[in-house]
């Protein structure tokens, strides 16, 4: 069988993927980024592509081209409105169609769009270790005649043949084997950097048909960056009224504040950013807050849910009819983003596989039907990796175990590890190691508003819910008072199938030195306690205990200490022991039972 891949020829990224042995995932070499940006860059030896060509754009803008595909099979006139942003140069070339002009050379639109072809294949033949020939390539429903042919001709110079040119939204349906599914209507929105695509699905027979699509070409993920960028740049100048932060250098760190920002608070209610000031010697340190943000994208928002009525009155349905909604874009990774969608249509998307990749990864299993491959694998149904959250001293607490089949739903109950702590910081991570360090941090929020009271006394039930979609809601209770609060995140985002099977390998590897490690952690936080508890009974201890007794506890104390340096877990229990075994008698004592207790309960504290 010969392979067919897939290709997500996109504005800002572009990216292939292939259906392997274990189903379909995105193509990368082991420890690389997936996604290529979609930008080249022309130096003296030639062209570069990519991570490199973006790397590269500081020092040589004006031999970096952007956004080539929106020049595709264009013609001056089709560009009237666009040609005045563009950085390069453009001119007429045959058949009315442009030119892009470096330097004393001409290119066509078609010949830099193979080039970004060419990187993909390229890594595509290294990483799969055979020729690749063929490809399907996917492009916007709204794409005419010529812009098609573009793409085909672009796939040709890269030397590769196209087996077939499919629309993003399809290839998104596919992704999510909706095809398989029984006749009826999917609405596909694709909120990406720079532009916003709503297109209706009609799926007949195994065949899909765009019956309405609609969009903005100027709405997108950047809007989102220079509304929040304004933002700080309000603060800034309150603090700073001399600032005028205005040129380019001052854009660019506003704009790289403000986006790190923006994806931050898709996983967290809050977040706190410093930013260096540029020509100053000063940095500007500052909090954003998830509701702010929401209000500022909201009638961003509120034009994409315009454009959704507009398809559904030219398809003529309403939106109770459609039966399957798709997420595609990064910029539907934001909760609110969602919500407003699943209000609008009245059911939750599918978000289970990264929007990053789900165009790329309908392609590839576009490619692997044509080239006779059998659609066998299955989709998301598992959960891969444990979930749960950080406890005291670094320790990850599983909630939710690796391979458990969605929906699925558990809750564990913990305390405060400190008097009068009236916040509890939730820490939400994934993996399959002892430590949260080892792990991957998905979100975090904090429970507010708990009345003081001692520390092991708060019972706080952490509930981790994952829904049929693959979204994982965390809710954080705490009984005694009722204070409530919870998050959203989308747990395997811009995972893929190798990294899941790396990170369960790396766990078996580590098991052995992880669990000694964790161990050693809970036997320190004991011995703490038991220290505390020896201080505030040793003035009982005084009275009862003879003076040898007390040297004894007193030398073993400072052995425990010096194992708690060490690394074995075991040395330092068989100390802790003895020491348990010395102090034993002040624990008959009234006071002393708090050494006993604290023996026993030192589990379940969550980080302050
Ligand atoms: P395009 O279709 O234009 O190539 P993409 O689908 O690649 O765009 O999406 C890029 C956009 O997604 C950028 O604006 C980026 O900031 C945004 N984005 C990526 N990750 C997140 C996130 N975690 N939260 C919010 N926005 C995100
Ligand atoms: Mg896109």
């Avoid at 595509?124 to 793409?151: C, H, M, N, W």
């Avoid at 596989?353 to 080239?371: C, E, N, S």
Wanted: aromatic share 6%; charged share 25%; hydrophobic share 35%.
């Amino acid at each position: 069988m010969e392979r067919i891949i897939g290709i997500d020829l996109g504005t800002t990224n572009s990216l292939g993927a292939t259906v392997y042995e274990e189903g379909p995932e995105v193509i990368e070499a082991s420890g690389e980024s997936t996604i290529t940006p979609s930008v080249l860059s022309l130096t003296d030896k030639g062209w570069l592509v990519g991570e490199e060509a973006l790397n590269d754009s500081i020092s040589n803008p004006d031999k970096t081209i952007f956004s080539v595909k929106r020049l595709m099979g264009r013609s001056l006139k089709d560009l009237e409105n666009i040609i005045n942003e563009l950085p390069y140069k453009i001119i007429e070339g045959q058949r009315q169609l442009i030119k892009i002009k470096i330097g004393e050379k001409e290119y066509t639109p078609q010949e830099l769009s193979a080039e970004i072809l060419k990187k993909i294949k390229m890594n595509a033949e290294s990483v799969l270790g055979e020729t690749i020939k063929k490809a399907v390539i996917t492009v916007p429903a709204y794409f005419d005649d010529a812009q098609r042919q573009a793409t085909r001709d672009a796939a040709r110079f890269a030397g590769m043949e196209v087996a077939r040119i499919i629309n993003e939204p399809t290839a998104a349906a596919i992704a999510y084997g909706l095809d398989e599914k029984k006749d009826g209507y999917i609405a596909v929105y694709d909120l990406g950097g720079g532009t916003f695509d709503i297109s209706i699905l009609k799926l007949s027979g195994k065949i899909f048909k765009v019956i309405a699509t609609h969009g903005n070409t100027q709405l997108g993920g950047d809007d989102f960056d220079s509304l929040v960028a304004n933002e700080i740049k309000k603060l800034i100048q309150k603090t700073h009224p001399k600032l005028k932060l205005n040129d380019p250098e001052s854009k660019q760190i506003l704009k790289k504040t403000a986006e790190s920002i923006k994806k931050e608070l898709s996983s967290s209610t809050e977040t706190s950013y410093s930013m260096k000031l540029p020509h100053t010697e000063l940095t500007f340190d500052g909090n954003f807050k998830l509701e702010e943000f929401e209000n500022l994208i909201d009638p961003m928002i509120e034009q994409t849910l315009e454009s959704c009525s507009y398809v559904l009155r030219e398809a003529n349905l309403a939106a109770d009819k459609i039966n399957d909604v798709v997420l595609v874009g990064g910029s539907t990774i934001i909760p609110k983003v969602r919500k407003r969608i699943e209000s609008f249509f009245q059911k939750p998307p599918h978000v289970a596989i990264d929007p990053y990749k789900v165009v790329a990864m309908g392609a590839g299993i576009q490619g692997h039907l044509l080239a006779g491959g059998r659609r066998d694998f299955l989709l998301l149904d598992v959960i891969p990796l444990a979930l749960g959250i950080e406890t005291l001293g670094g320790t990850f607490s599983k909630i939710i175990t690796g391979n458990t089949t969605i929906p699925a739903e558990e809750s564990e109950t913990f305390t405060t590890n400190v008097d009068n702590q009236t916040s509890i910081e939730v820490n939400i991570y994934q993996g399959e190691r002892e430590l949260i360090k080892h792990c991957r941090a998905l979100g975090q929020f904090k429970l507010r508003g708990i009345p003081p009271m001692k520390s092991g006394y708060p019972l706080v039930q952490v509930q981790f819910r994952v829904d049929a979609n693959g979204i994982l809601t965390v809710t954080a209770n705490e009984k005694r008072s009722g204070e409530k609060a919870e998050i959203e995140v989308i747990p395997f985002h811009g995972l893929t199938q190798f990294e899941i099977e790396n990170i369960i390998e790396a766990s078996y590897e580590n098991a052995v030195d992880d669990f000694n490690q964790r161990q050693l952690i809970e036997f320190c936080q004991t011995a703490e306690r038991i220290f505390r508890g020896i201080e505030q009974t040793w003035e009982v201890a005084e009275n009862t205990l003879s003076k040898d007794d007390r040297d004894e506890i007193l030398k073993q104390v400072e052995s425990v200490r010096q194992s708690m340096q060490g690394h074995d877990a075991q040395v330092l229990k068989t100390e802790l022991d003895v020491l348990g075994n010395l102090t034993r008698p002040l624990a008959d004592n009234a006071m002393g039972k708090t050494i006993l207790t604290e023996l026993k309960d030192n589990e379940n504290m969550i980080r302050k």
